[in-house]
């Protein structure tokens, strides 16, 4: 086997434990919480938990994909802002190498 093949063995292997464990964790708090006839608090608990989670992430990726999108290869605006300019010498006509 190669170096590469057992590093993706053993990344498969842990997220396989990882999954594994959130998942049983889940399911012993619902057994526990029917058990005790509280399941609609804890499906309310989880059901809030998801939402926040949703709305905390597309706010974050929304936030980090819209700082980054001036600088995006092929916006308007990055060529305006940071024109691509040669070093030393004339300018050079390199739209040929432009290929979007």
């Known amino acids: 086997m190669t170096l590469r093949?057992?590093?993706?063995?053993?990344?498969?292997?842990?997220a396989f434990f990882?999954?594994?464990?959130?998942v049983l964790d889940f399911l012993v708090d619902w057994l526990w919480f029917s058990t005790l006839g509280y399941l609609a608090v804890f499906l309310t608990t989880f059901a809030a938990k998801a939402a926040l989670f949703l709305v905390v992430f597309a706010t974050s990726a929304s936030l980090?994909?819209?700082s980054t999108a001036p600088w995006r290869i092929g916006s308007?605006?990055?060529?305006?802002?940071c024109p691509r300019r040669?070093?030393?010498g004339d300018w050079q006509d390199i739209s040929?190498?432009?290929r979007i």
């Open 96 to 98: 040929h190498l432009r």
């Open 64 to 66: 980090s994909y819209g």
């Open 5 to 14: 093949r057992i590093a993706l063995t053993m990344i498969a292997v842990a």
């Open 76 to 81: 308007p605006r990055a060529a305006e802002t």
């Open 86 to 88: 040669p070093v030393s």
């Open 18 to 22: 990882i999954a594994f464990w959130i």
